[in-house]
């Protein structure tokens, strides 16, 4: 028997070691660009879709444009619910809000699901390293800047919690809301340094450092990005992009938000802008601006980081937001609405060889669906009890069919707001509709200022969009005594 073996000359058992591998390569279609790949999961806080890939005439973003143009842009993604915490908890467990019962930014999720394997968990349970350097979860922003915020320690091998200059010179910023507190202003500073020693700098450099000490293994990434979320803070290069005579806000009275239901523009309180000057929210917004341009550049470091090690054909590269942002319009401005502004964020996926690479999808997709994506591209299988459905018939071919809505909700006080997204319609109900209804024909006034909820003519729209409504919330977590708006509200330190 022996003897067999030693007989087969180096170059026979070479040859049947090749075709042994061809072999298997036919059988289970194998190829080793595709076969684990590694994941860099890019999240932003409080971005809206004002940047270049999506067409905004001002905002320059160079590297997520680039990003876009390598991979699939999702032009309807929507957030489950319009806030740090429950946003990023639904996305991170797959699960909506109603499940994870997560609607303020202080419970945390294990307090309800103490078992659930959370995206970066199945990654590691599959043999994946996986890591985060800042904000994945929730963190107080920018208060728990330093600290693990709101973290879940189950998801990491390695969880990083870098602080730069930003945070430690706070005493210098500009504050034109001084009532509300750093997280929830509109507050600003041009920062001293360079791009490095603030936060988001050190979050890009740690992950390049991450990156380059697994680049050998299968990997799971997470960059948590803290801007361009209040206070909007930039190195001084950045605010010179927008010059202040080409930063403008919205004209008008706003009828379409005076005409709304009461909670509709709840969120922003004083209403308009939070009392502010049209030329102090003009301030904001540049800084608002320079501060998404400036991670824009920090973003650039990680694709650079991924060409340099030779990655990028490996690695799946996704880019959320965890919500949209309102710059002004109706009145408003930030988050926790259910305007399109607010529950629609970036989202851009590229996968190493997906055939809708370069193009963009119009179907309404939604958060939920980031888990089981990333969990089919990998190959793994995920949790079965899943929001959410596999985004990779779009990322193959981005107008393929899609029918499913996309849903998001925010609290009010004792009652909920609810919305539901189709490609052309946005309807809205506050309190099961006994606070009032929206609905809008986002086709011919994707500005929302024409609502048709009431007329006639649109009667048929309406019932059929309420059914989704019902049939989605058929469920509803709510919280003992309608405390979980009161919690939701509470200011971000
Ligand atoms: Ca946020």
Redesign the pocket.
Known sequence: MRSTTSSLSLRQRFASLLLALITFSLITNYSPAAARPNVLFIAV??MSNSLGCYGHPLVKSPNIDRLARSGVRFDRAYCQFP??SP?RTSLMTGLRPDTTQVYDLQKHFRSVLPDVVTLPQMFMKNGYFAARVGKIYHYG?PGQIGTPGLDDAPSWNVALNPRGRDKDEEDKLTNHTPKRGLGSALVFMKAEGTDEEQTDGKVATEVIRLLESNKDKPFFIAAGFYRP?CPYIAPKKYFDLYPMEKITMPAGTFPEAVAAPKPSVASVAPWPWFGTTETQSREAKQAYYATISFVDAQVGRLLDALDRLKLAEKTIVIFW???GYHEGEHGLWM?QSLWEGSARAPLLIHAPGAKGNGGFSPRTVEFVDIFPTLADLAGLTPPKNLAGASLRPLLESPAAPWTKPAFTQVWRGSYPGHTVRTERWRYTEWDNGRQGAQLFDMASDPQELHDLAAEPAHAGTVKQLKSLVAKNWANEYRPSGGKGGKQAAKKEK
């Open positions: 806080d409080d806030l740090c946003s922003n979320h937001s965890d919500h988050k």
